[in-house]
């Protein structure tokens, strides 16, 4: 069982971890970074633990955004599937930077462990659904993860997906065993402890209101203080703000929000078998077991920021359309947190100029992700390693600004409504598939039954054919489902 949870970690001891420290004196580094987020906390780690002179800005506190709100679960690979990957950048590159990813995860792995931060609670495997009957492709896509990406998986048939989570809703599966979970929030205050004992400065309540990378010695401006640093690394998400409005504007941002079920019970478990996380692969649903009983679920996204209490309704809507049996839930906690999306689906990691670095747009899947961007970073500023060019292929787009944003909600709604609407059709494909089988059954059953009859006696001379009955009509399929509008509650 899941030790992990979520609903104590976001109570009031939450508070306690934090300490706040606001700049107040001006300093020399050797790396300055913006953002005490997942990426920026892992570039001051490994940067310290090199041996540089580290200071991390940070404009709240520590894991304020995404990075402290996160379900927590570690998978290899990017918010862009591997096929588009392989399509954009060619097959060897997409085997590099797939081998990043997974050194991503075991980064990770290496920090997250009991000693190091105490209650981390890590569990291992994750599952990734399909809306949609997808036997073929999921084959194909086994076989170039496991030969051409070493990458262990384990193709799950529908019965198998459905013995361990009781839904018609899915159908095949791709396991990763060595994907795990852990307790997210704990995790980004532990990689600031790490960093602090590293020898990492992190500042909070200091936010960078003007940057100047121009000369050797860059010049950063907080409201109370001013730093020199060789090198900036720009760790900020979404929220980098006016000095930087020009990053900031090729990412869209979207809010994704979170809920904690209240305790379900013993029902939970036998409706719910699988331990790891869950996802789907059309991004719509991301859940797990906590606490033993409780289900821990992502879904609704709004390109605007909202109060995440208005979507505990929506979450436990979904999860009655995903799990009818378990009822009406009641929903004790609700979070959210913005993620920043390229257009290109691929994080943004490398040098815009000299001595000016970015480590952002992670998305959906920031946790390997950016632990790779972390230390990718911190080693070629320290020691020369080049392997974050892999990534300039992924230039620097413009996101569209306001307009973007409300395009991408219509595209959002769009998704899942055709999401919905395919995976409606996936299902009423297999309702008729099984009354197919059912009715050749049937039929089959008939044509034994004729065979093995004694000849009848009292039957119609030739050319007086008995009238043959109609096989009883099978019912009516059911219509697919109205397409979804947004919230992820309809599908
Ligand atoms: C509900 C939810 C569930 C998720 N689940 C998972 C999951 O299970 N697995 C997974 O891999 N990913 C998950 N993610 C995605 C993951 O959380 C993000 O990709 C990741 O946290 C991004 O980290 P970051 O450091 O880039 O950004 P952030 O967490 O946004 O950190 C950036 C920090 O920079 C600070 N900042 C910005 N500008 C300035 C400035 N000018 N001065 C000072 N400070 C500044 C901000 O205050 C912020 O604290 C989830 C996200 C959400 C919202």
Redesign the pocket.
């Known amino acids: 069982m899941s030790e992990t949870s979520t609903s104590v970690n976001r109570g009031p001891g939450a508070a306690a971890l934090r300490d706040p420290t606001r700049l107040s004196f001006d300093l020399d580094v050797d790396i300055c970074v913006?953002?005490?987020?997942?990426?920026?906390l892992t570039v001051a780690l490994e940067a310290a633990r090199l041996g540089a002179s580290v200071a991390v800005?940070?404009?709240?506190h520590v894991?304020?955004?995404?990075?402290?709100?996160?379900?927590?679960?570690?998978?290899p690979g990017y918010g862009l599937p591997i096929g588009e990957l392989i399509e954009r950048i060619g097959f060897e590159d997409a085997r590099e930077l797939w081998a990043l990813s997974k050194e991503g995860a075991e980064f990770v792995r290496a920090a997250a462990t009991e000693e190091q931060m105490p209650g981390i609670s890590l569990s291992e495997g994750a599952l990734e659904v399909s809306n949609v009957d997808v036997g073929e492709r999921l084959i194909s896509q086994l076989q170039m993860l496991s030969e051409d990406f070493e990458t262990e998986v384990e193709g799950w048939q529908v019965d198998r997906v459905r013995s361990e989570l009781k839904t018609g809703r899915y159908f095949h599966g791709v396991y990763y065993p060595k994907a795990f979970q852990i307790d997210?929030r704990k995790y980004v205050h532990g990689l600031a402890a790490m960093a602090r004992r590293a020898g990492a400065r992190i500042f909070e309540d200091?936010?960078?209101?003007s940057v100047d990378a121009s000369g050797i010695r860059k010049r950063i401006v907080t409201p109370s203080a001013r730093l020199r640093a060789s090198h900036i690394v720009l760790?900020?998400?979404?929220?980098?703000?006016a000095?930087?409005r020009r990053l900031s504007d090729t990412l869209l941002p979207v809010?994704?929000?979170?809920g904690v079920t209240e305790p379900l019970g013993e029902r939970l478990n036998e409706i719910i078998a699988f331990k790891g996380?869950v996802s789907d692969t059309d991004g719509i649903d991301?859940f797990r077991i906590v606490d033993g009983d409780r289900l821990m679920w992502?879904s609704p996204e709004t390109t605007w920021a909202m109060r995440p209490r208005r979507f505990a309704g929506s979450i436990a809507r979904r999860i009655r359309t995903i799990f009818p049996q378990l009822g009406r839930v009641a929903i004790s906690d609700v979070?959210?947190?913005?993620?920043?999306q390229t257009v290109h689906g691929m994080p943004q990691i490398g040098q815009l100029r000299k001595g000016l670095w970015v480590?952002?747009g992670?998305?959906?899947?920031?946790?390997?992700?950016?632990a790779m961007a972390g230390q990718l970073i911190a080693r070629s500023i320290l020691w020369g390693d080049e392997r974050w060019r892999l990534f300039s292929p992924f230039e620097l787009v413009w996101a569209g600004g306001p307009i973007g944003r409300v395009a991408g909600q219509i595209v959002g709604i769009w998704e899942r409504g055709s999401s919905a609407t395919s995976g409606a059709l996936a299902r009423y494909r297999e309702r008729a598939r099984i009354q197919e089988r059912l009715r050749e059954a049937r039929l089959a059953e008939t044509n034994r039954q004729a065979a093995s009859r004694p000849a009848n006696p009292r039957r119609p001379p030739p050319g007086r054919q008995r009238p043959v009955r109609p096989p009883p009509a099978a019912p009516p399929p059911e219509p697919p489902a109205p397409a979804s509008q947004g919230g992820g509650e309809t599908t």
């Open positions: 913006v953002g005490a987020g997942l990426a920026g800005l940070e404009g709240r894991g304020w955004n995404a990075s402290g709100n996160q379900l927590g679960t570690v998978m997210g200091t936010p960078v209101v760790a900020g998400n979404i929220h980098l703000g000095p930087l809010w994704r929000y979170a996380s991301h992502a979070w959210g947190g913005a993620i920043g480590a952002s992670f998305g959906r899947q920031g946790l390997n992700t950016s």
